[in-house]
């Protein structure tokens, strides 16, 4: 009977008015703003840094070209103006989203960055998603009575993963899965070969749920402790009904940070593992087109990590603005 | 009858008794067992100073301990196996000594992270004292500025200014010193934030104390317990971060006997010997591991202490 009341009431709390929502994206605004500001001081600084780390023409001409050559590809690309003259000419473009054409391949930079905006985050998604399916569940479990001794080794197992780098978990499942019982493909990717994502998702993950697992158990440990749960205990609710009806969301609002933290941090970060399992994603390009010195890719690319970045922290904002009803400031 | 006791035991030396334990004095795990530093210590600190321990010496003294040149490789003991020809843990496609190169790798990492580590601690704290002293345009320039170095996934920075910066050991300290100091930073800040209201900051203020005094002389030590803890925990991910760059061929030069480099030649060989692969992966996640534990311990005993501290 009282649980009935209590959720009547708090449905009577939680609900959202056309108003609520607009409040709500005012400081989406505001976060749009810096992005602005980011963008540009980014942009600005990769500019003068990358020029001063090569010349472009020299990249693009080869080692061997004759200093006639030079200056054709210098006359051609504009190159030979002065630098602060180039800037705001490369600014003007940057603002229609040209960041010209890559080096090396004579493609639109941006296109070539956004062909590779599904992969990447097709394997961020999947290693986030593995990653959350074990961590939640083992995490419930390890924090609602942390003292056993099976679950003190179970985090003991975590403090060891949490040690192992994800390349060298990467590397090991390779040398397992790949080489020896020749079951999995150890690089390439096919969108529909489900087979060529297990081991760069299993090394992602194997890297990014010990810390997750630990959120969450310390966090259901601690609201095991709260003075709701006691009361819940106290009307009688089951211990399956305290642990994921009670403790469990709320434990999962404080992970919510730490999955958009990690989901952010793969945007670009999975480098390495792109590169092990030739995944062709945004962190392959980037050391692909840093050690080429391939500048418009380079600039496209930070352009784009920048927006995505920035649109992963914003919804996790959002979510929790929905999930939470303390976070909803009512006319404040 | 033995199990119907009258009398409970009084006193310290009699509770010792009924406890079974030594009452002389020179018994080594009697007095352990009622001194401090009983208390203070748990199986995970005693694993961790073992390892933390055997990881200096091996750092310190690896020139003695290394059995063979880590550069030097003899062609016709190629893939050796562990313990084959005076070979501790095999050897390398070039007939190299894994151990002893395992060992010249824990040397450059630790020279590395160390280096880098004490870089960040020192702009972290400064820069979090500094933004969390008053408010004003310090703070502003200071919040924006880690605001936008965080707004890029810690690799991808490094990648893109190691790549343009070069090879070798300097700019790949100086890279990660100068660029992964965030988190030291934002520790400091949000505890020093608090530790300027005090009163006892107030009182110094009022007193005419100089406002580096009170940064360095009264704010510092409030801060100090974390800042041992993160320089632990932070430790590990340089070490992580070296290696990585090592291993994708932007960190340290090639042929430097480094564990990413290690793994990254390893590669090739996967079927043919798969120590090459195990050695350096193995030596990564113990040095991981012990400094991690060497964090969760010293944060363990400041806590003990009653200080908390949240990592």
């Known amino acids: ?332 | 009858m033995a199990d119907h006791q009258i009398s409970k035991p009084e006193g310290p030396v009699a509770i010792a008794k009924a406890e079974g334990a030594s009452l002389n004095p020179l018994d080594p795990i009697a007095r352990f067992n009622r001194s401090k530093l009983k208390q203070y210590t748990n199986i995970e600190i005693v694993v961790a100073s073992i390892l933390f321990i055997a990881i200096v010496i091996l750092a310190v003294f690896g020139a003695f301990l290394q059995t063979h040149d880590p550069m030097q490789g003899d062609l016709m003991a190629r893939f050796a196996k562990a313990g084959e020809k005076d070979y501790l843990l095999g050897s390398d496609h070039l007939g190299r000594d894994l151990w002893s190169r395992a060992v010249a790798g824990l040397q450059w990492s630790m020279a590395c992270a160390l280096t880098a580590n004490i870089i960040n601690l020192f702009i972290g704290t400064t820069l979090g004292l500094m933004a969390a002293e008053k408010e004003g345009w310090a703070r502003t320039i200071i919040r924006q500025f880690t605001d936008t170095l965080q707004s890029f996934p810690f690799l991808v920075v490094a990648i893109v200014v190691v790549v343009i910066v070069g090879h070798g050991f300097v700019p790949l300290v100086f890279t990660l010193g100068l660029l992964a100091w965030v988190v030291f930073m934002r520790v400091v800040y949000a505890e020093a934030t608090s530790i300027y209201q005090r009163d006892y900051v107030k009182a110094a203020r009022i007193a005419g104390v100089s406002r580096i005094a009170i940064m360095f002389g009264h704010v510092l030590p409030g801060v100090r317990a974390s800042l041992f803890v993160i320089f632990a925990f932070h430790f590990a991910g340089l070490l992580i971060a070296e290696s990585a760059l090592s291993f994708l061929g932007i960190g340290a030069p090639l042929g430097v006997p480094t564990w990413g480099n290690m793994l990254a030649e390893s590669r090739q060989y996967l079927l043919k010997a798969p120590g090459m692969l195990m050695v350096p992966a193995g030596a990564i996640v113990l040095a991981v591991i012990t400094m991690n534990l060497v964090g969760d311990g010293i944060a363990s005993l400041s806590r003990k202490r009653g200080r908390s501290i949240d990592v």
Not at chain 1, 24 to 48: D, N
Not at chain 1, 157 to 184: E, H, K, S, W
């Open chain 1, 1 to 332: 009977m009282s649980s009935d009341t209590a959720s009547a009431s708090s449905a009577a709390n939680t609900k959202t008015t056309a108003q609520d929502i607009l409040t709500g994206l005012i400081p989406l605004f505001l976060q749009l703003r810096k992005l602005a500001w980011l963008i540009f001081a980014v942009t600005t600084l990769l500019f003068f840094v990358l020029r001063q780390a090569g010349d472009p023409a020299l990249v693009l001409a080869g080692n061997d070209a004759t200093p006639e050559q030079l200056a054709a590809i210098r006359a051609q690309f504009g190159l030979d103006r002065p630098l602060l003259i180039q800037y705001f000419s490369y600014m003007w473009n940057v603002l229609q989203f040209d960041f010209g054409k890559s080096l090396a391949s004579a493609e639109p930079a941006l296109g070539k960055v956004l062909d590779m905006v599904p992969r990447t985050l097709h394997l961020a998604g999947m290693a986030i998603l593995l990653t959350a399916s074990i961590a939640i569940p083992l995490g419930s479990w390890l924090g609602f009575k942390p003292e056993n001794p099976e679950r003190r080794m179970v985090s003991g197992f975590l403090f060891v993963m949490q040690g192992v780098p994800g390349f060298v978990t990467a590397l090991v499942l390779i040398q397992i899965f790949a080489v020896n019982l020749r079951l999995l493909p150890s690089l390439g990717y096919e969108w529909y070969e489900p087979k060529t994502w297990v081991l760069p998702v299993c090394s992602l993950a194997s890297f990014l749920f010990p810390s997750l697992t630990r959120v969450v158990a310390a966090n259901v440990a601690e609201a095991m402790r709260e003075d709701y749960i006691r009361t819940a205990r106290a009307n009688g609710a089951s211990q399956m009904a305290l642990l994921w009806k009670h403790a469990v969301p709320n434990a999962l609002l404080g992970a919510a940070a730490l999955i958009g933290t990690q989901f952010a941090a793969l945007l670009g970060g999975s480098a390495i593992i792109e590169t092990i399992f030739s995944w062709p994603g945004m962190g392959w390009l980037l050391l692909e087109s840093v050690q080429t010195l391939d500048f418009p890719v380079v600039q496209a690319l930070a352009f784009m990590i920048a927006i995505l970045v920035f649109s992963v922290n914003a919804s996790t904002d959002l979510v929790f603005r929905f999930l939470d009803p303390r976070l909803r400031t009512k006319g404040a």
